[in-house]
């Protein structure tokens, strides 16, 4: 499966934005989908995980409550929407596929592009 995360760009303090993560070739609903970010002179951070169905998401402390996951099979696209964005959420996001989710950066079998997200403080 091939990804393309898009929809970054630069948002203000406490404003929202959503992402989606695209993917081409067969068999979309065998994968979960996790997200990820690298900001400045950080290392990759896992966001959050939605499963198979989009009926299991999973989320990082830091974006608990502000970040939800979903996903449309039909589409073949996993969406990440974000509110009340912080500064501190600046970064590059990627999406990755794995058979089972979860946040190792080494379980996850396709990586797409990141896009980057800009948050003003």
């Known amino acids: 499966v091939q990804l393309q995360a898009s929809g970054g760009g630069l948002v203000q303090g406490g404003g929202s934005l959503t992402l989606s993560c695209a993917a081409s070739?067969?068999?979309?609903?065998?994968?979960?989908i996790s997200w990820f970010r690298q900001g400045p002179a950080k290392e990759r951070e896992f966001v959050g995980d939605?499963?198979?169905?989009?009926?299991?998401?999973y989320y990082a402390d830091s974006v608990k409550g502000r970040f939800t996951i979903s996903r449309d099979n039909a589409k073949n696209t996993v969406y990440l929407q974000m509110s009340n964005l912080k500064p501190e959420d600046t970064a590059v996001y990627y999406c990755?596929?794995?058979?089972?989710?979860?946040?190792?950066?080494?379980?996850?079998?396709?990586w797409g592009k990141g896009t980057l997200v800009t948050v003003s403080s």
């Open positions: 939605i499963n198979w169905s989009g009926d299991r998401t």
């Open positions: 070739g067969r068999g979309f609903t065998t994968w979960a």
């Open positions: 990755a596929a794995s058979l089972s989710g979860g946040s190792s950066l080494e379980g996850m079998d396709y």
